[in-house]
């Protein structure tokens, strides 16, 4: 008879994730047995098996879980967009604001996803590698309708990798409760994109 789940279990799951991402993230997921995870969990690696069978699916329930969480946040952003009217750069403004406060909650899963994809099997890093490639696409036909006099077939990958380059990388340097807040730094991307670095001349209209 399989074992009846108890009625916190997906609440659970959800909290060895949290603290196997920051494992991860502390020590790096090959160093990481599933001993320390159930260490830092506070629990025994016979209870901890009741949740995951292994290391390797904590580590792709974690990325599945984040990459699906990515892409919601492109369908709510531009489901939000539509009821209210917003124009294209208002929209993309929005896709920012909302990806950084994401990244400011998710450091360490995002540090996952960023360095350790290599680590699933084939299939498995298959499926969340061609949901990373959906959310770039999805952030880089926003960024091409916001931006269109600037952005062309020619230069849109690597304006949309550009953009990327500086959000993607704030869990190596922008720290919660900081000085700079991640609020505060999505409206300099945005004031960035909009018109050129602060200081420097803008082209006549």
Not at 9 to 17: C, G, P, S
Not at 23 to 33: D, L
Not at 83 to 99: D, K, M, V, W, Y
Not at 129 to 143: G, I, W
């Amino acid at each position: 008879m399989a074992r009846t789940k108890a009625p916190d279990f997906e609440a659970q799951r959800e909290q060895i994730l949290d603290l196997a991402a920051a494992a991860f993230a502390a020590s790096s997921y090959p160093s990481t047995s599933m001993a320390d995870l159930a260490a830092a969990c506070g629990t025994s690696k016979a209870r901890l098996y009741h949740y995951y069978e292994s290391k390797e699916a904590i580590l792709f329930d974690l990325l599945d879980r984040y990459t699906r969480r990515l892409m919601l946040i492109v369908a709510e952003v531009e489901a939000e967009a539509g009821r209210r009217g917003s124009s294209e750069q208002e929209t993309f403004a929005s896709l920012i604001r909302a990806f950084l406060a994401e990244y400011e909650t998710s450091q360490t899963r995002h540090v996952a996803l960023v360095n350790d994809v290599k680590f699933l099997a084939d299939e498995q890093r298959d499926q969340i590698l061609k949901r990373e490639r959906d959310v770039v696409a999805a952030f880089s036909r926003q960024l091409r309708r916001a931006y269109p006099e600037r952005v062309n077939r020619d230069n849109q990958a690597a304006l949309t990798m550009t953009v990327f380059g500086m959000i993607n990388w704030t869990f190596t340097w922008l720290k919660p409760g900081g000085k700079l807040s991640y609020a505060d730094f999505a409206e300099m991307v945005i004031d960035l994109l909009a018109g050129g670095l602060p200081g420097a001349p803008r082209e006549a209209a």
